[in-house]
T-cell receptor
Framework: RKEVEQDPGPFNVPEGATVAFNCTYS??????FFWYRQDCRKEPKLLMS???SGNEDGRFTAQLNRASQYISLLIRDSKLSDSATYLC????????????FGTGTRLTVIP | DAGVIQSPRHEVTEMGQEVTLRCKPI?????LFWYRQTMMRGLELLIY????????DSGMPEDRFSAKMPNASFSTLKIQPSEPRDSAVYFC????????????FGPGTRLTVL
């Protein structure tokens, strides 16, 4: 069983739409959670951390549900520039800095 | 300030040849990671170092793979002999102190083994 599982998509949405991605993780002891963004043929970059209380950064909202072991990312008013692959990332061992990456969910925002 | 630097950016080689990938982490970062990314398996951690010391190499697929970090500013990942199934994008990343935190990735090396 994979540590982190995501729907690979693709998600094709029109500009201005709201889109949500979910990700599940298998290790209930996981402590830290992140969303990374990866543009086509580029390296992954941190988009945002996911806190237990949920957190928002502009049009992006991340939420954590420990009971169900899933993480979500909501993008409001999507822009063409949001087109990318979004990677769900889990740190399963506090202090070891050992991150497990999901295979990513591909988003295309259509004009 | 320069980010993580990797070389070469592209490598095409024939099965059986030795391949060496290079990485220069961000100055001052204590941790260095080597990842491999494929369409089928996504991003997989191969090995990581803390202060130049290998901490966890359980992700290294087999003995054909080896990694070194002779000093704080340089690391290599070597594949000998290379096989077609090694074709992937190899990323190097670095981060500050341990625990959860942002990892900064290099641009990657796209390896094709024919």
């Amino acid at each position: 069983r994979k540590e982190v599982e995501q729907d690979p998509g693709p998600f094709n949405v029109p500009e201005g739409a709201t889109v949500a991605f979910n990700c599940t993780y298998s290790n209930s002891a996981s402590q830290s959670f992140f969303w990374y963004r990866q543009d086509c043929r580029k390296e992954p970059k941190l988009l945002m951390s996911v806190y237990s209380s949920g957190n928002e950064d502009g049009r992006f909202t991340a939420q954590l549900n420990r009971a169900s072991q899933y993480i979500s990312l909501l993008i409001r008013d999507s822009k063409l520039s949001d087109s990318a692959t979004y990677l769900c990332v889990v740190d399963v061992q506090t202090g070891a800095n050992n991150l497990f990456f999901g295979t990513g969910t591909r988003l295309t925002v259509i004009p | 300030d320069a980010g993580v630097i990797q070389s070469p950016r592209h490598e095409v080689t024939e099965m059986g040849q030795e391949v060496t990938l290079r990485c220069k982490p961000i100055s001052g970062h204590d941790y260095l990671f080597w990842y491999r990314q494929t369409m089928m398996r996504g991003l997989e951690l191969l090995i990581y170092f803390n202060n130049n010391v290998p901490i966890d190499d359980s992700g290294m697929p087999e003995d054909r793979f080896s990694a070194k970090m002779p000093n704080a500013s340089f690391s290599t990942l070597k594949i000998q002999p290379s096989e077609p199934r090694d074709s992937a994008v190899y990323f190097c990343a670095s981060s500050l102190a341990g625990g959860p935190g942002e990892q900064f990735f290099g641009p990657g090396t796209r390896l094709t083994v024919l």
